[in-house]
């Protein structure tokens, strides 16, 4: 079975889904559903529109450079069946899903770090220009309060 990739978002095409275009040159496109169809007609850039896969990488947005992108590639050469090769590859593609997960993860924690500092230092901000809202208006008056001291003297003659 064999998985292509949509040209315009680069998600996967399963057998049997898509929509498949052969230009007069020969070239094909797939593509994984009418949206991605429809913009290619359009003339769109993928890179430009904000909910593809090149757009993500361009911006920032996903990861670009891993080294476990490297064995996602199509081959094309034909390999003789091995029951060992095929245990051993299946065990590395659950270890390498493993390792990509926990580096999207950590590509994504300092992706945020910038933007929760910039939170924290808008909603500072706003608490100091809004500060009369949040404290009652006699809060901040000092009370001045006068006592008056008998001596102590006379309470301890009385006594």
């Not at 052969?22 to 890179?47: E, G, L, Q």
């Not at 659950?94 to 924290?120: L, P, Y």
């Amino acid at each position: 079975m064999r998985l292509e990739k949509c040209w315009f978002c680069s998600s996967t095409v399963y057998p049997g889904h898509g929509i498949q275009f052969v230009r007069n040159d020969a070239k094909i496109f797939r593509f994984c559903r009418s949206k991605c169809h429809k913009n290619f007609k359009m003339k769109r850039n993928p890179r430009k529109v904000k909910w593809t896969k090149a757009y993500r990488r361009l911006h920032g947005k996903d990861m670009t450079q891993d080294a476990t992108f490297e064995f996602e590639r199509k081959r094309n050469r034909p390999e003789r069946y091995d029951r060992n090769l095929t245990e051993n590859t299946l065990k590395a593609i659950k270890t390498i899903d493993k390792v990509r997960s926990r580096r999207e993860e950590a590509h994504h924690k300092n992706r945020k770090k910038g933007k929760i500092s910039k939170e924290r230092k808008e909603a500072r901000k706003e608490l100091d220009q809004h500060i009369h809202l949040l404290v009652a208006p006699g809060a901040n008056d000092k009370l001045t309060v006068k006592v008056q001291h008998e001596s102590t003297d006379e309470n301890r003659m009385e006594e």
